[in-house]
């Protein structure tokens, strides 16, 4: 993600000092730390079953989310479900992304996936939230058909 960053920077030459979606500069906002998810996992992992973690760091959410599917499934994530940090928004103006590109690349706005049965969401985002996590159910996990896609976002 950051090579495109770079190359997306290059291009549209920013004030990189200029107030950025509120307080933060642009700079700040790009060079923001990634958040930590442990404290919150390990505490959900002892409430219920967890099926399947993935954080998503590099290779963003169509690249991330497979690495913990069984074979033959696929996780097909509802785009409306979070909204999107606006620096998502600026890159993908900015550099000209297409959206798949942009969930291929970055995360946009989801850090963590977690994985759980249907009859646990309800119990995991209320762990989440109490933990002053940002949860949101943001789609299920179902079988593939043919050569579909591992992660569909719709």
Not at 5 to 18: F, G, H, M, N, T
Not at 29 to 50: R, W
Not at 51 to 68: C, D, F, W, Y
Request: hydrophobic fraction near 45%.
């Amino acid at each position: 993600g950051y090579s495109l960053v770079r190359k997306i920077i290059e291009r549209s030459q920013p004030d990189l000092d200029a107030k950025f979606d509120g307080e933060k500069s642009l700079a700040d906002a790009i060079m923001a730390p990634t958040h930590i998810y442990v404290k919150p996992m390990l505490a959900l992992m002892h409430a219920l079953p967890v099926k399947g973690m993935a954080h998503i760091t590099g290779g963003g959410l169509t690249e991330n989310v497979p690495r913990v599917l069984p074979p033959g499934a696929k996780a097909v994530l509802q785009k409306s479900a979070w909204q999107r940090p606006k620096l998502f928004d600026w890159l993908q103006q900015e550099g000209g992304v297409a959206e798949a590109e942009m969930h291929r690349v970055f995360n946009c706005g989801i850090g963590m996936v977690v994985i759980v049965a249907q009859e646990h969401r309800r119990h995991a985002l209320d762990l989440l939230h109490a933990a002053g996590e940002k949860a949101a159910e943001i789609g299920t996990i179902e079988w593939r058909e043919g050569d579909e896609a591992q992660t569909i976002v719709v």
